[in-house]
């Protein structure tokens, strides 16, 4: 696996960046595995493809086998993860790839998740399979994000989503906030959320604006209803709201010495607190437990501060109106622990782009 990015071809490329884009239909459906994709050639010629569609079911190298049956056989396979070589929900993959006869396999990383970690490049090369590893990698990790931080940093990947005027404000003082963008925005968000294992609010927000949380996306595209999830300190919302009803599962997550005031069915687990707030790295922690790979934040400006001002946002998606709600609405984010300008917190302009009447801006905070 010595080639260096510039050792691959223009077709190579062509092949990775075919094999990302397959990769991408898993999108709302493959967690909590990675969403992976396999194209393979046989003399430039491509005679299968697949892509991981679901846990439990076939990974992306033995999807793309089956389509292309025996012209297999000598073929290269692009595959955007190495390839497994354990037996978890599914059999081997480097197995069905050795089966098959394939001559060579590029990958555009190494899989981190701690049963193949390399193990899966070691057994196609003790086959005799040429392995290259490293072709498109950045785009790769930046598809994955999500997997690969619960896998090496033991907590999901964590977004915070706001729809927000032109002034920043995201309700009026009187908590009125339906509606600030439009519904093109607010349709845009139901992609956001299919790809998330769980969607996190606050008690305050369950009470004040009661929110469903779920997933709707147009007739027949398939997605799995991400987990929700309510830090509750005190129990307080634990027989309240839309997120009660039964469309998702939600989790209440509260203090130690939290008791509901009486029996309820809903699933709840109790973690830390700092004497008043709970440990919001402990909440994802517990999260990634649960093999949550990605959190979706919708939340009030005390929850969002918070997960600012402990460094645990990876990523901020605001909608923003062009409206102006005046300085007597309420703030983003309360809190933020800033004093002087060298306080300030940074951030990068990653993605932006109109969505009917508002703009979209995907930012991360600028680290260093
Ligand atoms: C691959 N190809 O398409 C995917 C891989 O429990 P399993 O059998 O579903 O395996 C899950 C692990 O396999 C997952 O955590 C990740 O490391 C890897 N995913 N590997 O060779 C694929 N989705
Ligand atoms: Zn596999």
């Known amino acids: 696996m010595g080639d260096t990015p510039s050792a691959f071809t223009v077709f190579d490329h062509a092949m990775m960046a075919r094999a990302l884009r397959l990769a991408e239909r898993g999108a709302f459906t493959s967690r909590p595995n990675p969403m992976v994709g396999c194209v393979i050639v046989q003399e430039q010629e491509v005679v299968g493809e697949g892509w991981h569609e679901r846990a439990g079911e076939a990974h992306a190298e033995v999807m793309a086998l ?89 907590r999901p990947w964590l977004r915070i989503k706001q729809g927000i005027s032109l002034d920043g404000r995201t309700a009026l003082a009187s908590g009125e906030s339906k509606w600030i963008t439009s519904p093109q925005s607010r349709a845009d968000v139901q992609r956001w959320r299919a790809r998330c294992g769980a969607l996190l609010t606050g008690a305050g927000t369950v009470l004040a604006d009661d929110p469903h949380l779920t997933v709707r996306l147009p007739a027949g595209v398939p997605f799995t209803p991400p987990l929700r999830v309510v830090l509750d300190p005190g129990l307080a919302t634990i027989a309240r709201g839309h997120v009660r009803d039964d469309a998702a599962p939600t989790l209440y997550i509260h203090a130690p010495d939290a008791k509901p005031s ?107």
Do not use: W
Not at 135 to 145: G, W, Y
Not at 293 to 308: C, H, I, K, S, Y
């Open 66 to 154: 089956r389509d292309a049956g025996g012209r297999a056989y000598g073929a290269t396979a692009y595959v955007t993860l190495e390839p497994c070589a354990h037996t978890g929900r599914t059999p081997p993959c480097t197995e069905a790839l050795i089966g098959a006869g394939i001559a060579r396999v590029v990958a555009a990383m190494r899989d981190p998740f701690p049963k193949v970690d390399g193990a899966g490049f070691a057994r196609l090369q003790e086959a005799g399979i040429q392995v290259a590893s490293g072709l498109m990698e950045a785009q790769a990790r930046q598809l994955n994000r999500a997997f690969f931080s619960r896998v090496e940093r033991g």
């Open 262 to 368: 009486r029996e309820f069915s809903a699933q709840r687990i109790a973690v830390a607190t700092d004497g008043r707030n709970l440990d919001l790295l402990a909440v994802l922690q517990e999260l990634a437990r649960r093999e949550i790979n990605e959190v979706q934040v919708e939340a009030g400006a005390t929850l969002a501060g918070a997960f600012l001002s402990a460094g645990l946002v990876d990523e901020l998606l605001f909608y923003v109106a062009p409206v102006l709600l005046g300085d007597r609405a309420r703030p983003m984010f309360d809190g933020l622990p800033i004093q002087a300008m060298v306080d300030r917190y940074e951030l990068e302009v990653c993605d932006e782009r109109r969505v009917g009447p508002d703009l979209r801006l995907l930012l991360r905070p600028r680290l260093g």
